[in-house]
């Protein structure tokens, strides 16, 4: 009966260690005083709570931030992914003290080092904003007696915001590439060497431009009456005229044994996500 009151008592001690280090007196909406800027946040599980920063406009919601803190293994984290920040990177903070308040730090981010969420009352939350030290700012939050926000620009449960700011991703997943028509050109020499240099060149120039992120998609068409020889798909050029620049680095290009028609092109954002997968399948390299 000892060990059984003893295993029942720690039993109860860390419920109530785990639910005291999540902030759950966040859940639900919060207004920054005196500014037009909002936070929500729900409660997943006994471990997770996700939140997000918005601003209204037009009756639609504008989401800046995704927020997320998380229990694990190794401690309790708050999660920052800035939309147009940090090239899509989510920052992290590990929580090192609830005392009076909710305090998480990182001390290798350049700014912030350290967020604090302190609850002032049912309806009123102070966050810190710092370095840890000077420098830094903090604002009041107002509970907002309005029902649960959400976020009218996302009709997709699986949206991942993160995946999509860091593809370039619009709002319909898509983005802006440059299709490239490879065709024979008008250099008709016959000398075997050069035409082998330059296509070993060529080569050498497709997996230079994948390495740089430049180009997405490249192959060889099957025979047919245009003389298409093979297509490339560039991304992050800029514009056409710049992709008739770039492509002159390819010496079967530039001497002629191959010409190219440029086109603008709207595809799938996700598009150069393949390119990991086609590294570890092929046997011999082209």
Request: charged share 20%; glycine share 8%; aromatic share 10%.
């Amino acid at each position: 009966m000892k060990y059984t009151l003893v295993i029942l008592l720690l039993s109860l001690s860390v419920a109530s260690l785990a639910q005291s280090n999540l902030p759950l007196f966040l859940e639900g909406d919060w207004k920054v005083e005196n500014k037009a800027i909002y936070e929500h946040w729900d409660p997943l599980n006994d471990h997770t709570l996700k939140g997000f920063s918005y601003k209204k406009q037009d009756r639609q919601i504008l989401v800046s931030e995704y927020l997320d803190i998380t229990q694990t293994g190794d401690g309790i984290y708050y999660t920052a992914s800035v939309l147009h920040q940090n090239q899509g990177k989510s920052i992290s903070f590990r929580l090192t003290g609830t005392d009076s308040s909710f305090v998480f730090e990182n001390a290798a981010h350049d700014f912030p080092k350290k967020i604090v969420y302190q609850k002032l009352s049912d309806t009123e939350v102070l966050v810190q904003v710092s370095d840890g030290q000077t420098k830094g700012f903090s604002y009041k939050m107002i509970r907002q007696h309005v029902p649960n926000a959400k976020d009218s620009t996302v009709s997709n449960p699986n949206f991942d915001p993160v995946l999509a700011e860091k593809l370039g991703g619009d709002d319909y997943g898509m983005k802006s590439y440059i299709l490239v028509i490879l065709k024979t050109g008008t250099n008709q020499t016959t000398d075997q060497d050069f035409i082998g240099n330059s296509f070993r060149g060529h080569m050498d120039n497709i997996h230079r431009l994948v390495t740089e992120g430049k180009l997405v998609v490249a192959g060889p068409l099957g025979k047919n009456e245009r003389t298409y020889r093979g297509i490339f798909i560039l991304q992050n050029i800029g514009s056409l005229e710049a992709a008739r620049e770039l492509l002159q680095t390819d010496p079967a290009i530039s001497s002629g044994l191959l010409d190219v028609e440029l086109y603008n092109w709207y595809g799938s954002a996700a598009l150069p996500q393949y390119l990991d997968f086609s590294d570890k399948i092929w046997k011999v390299k082209p």
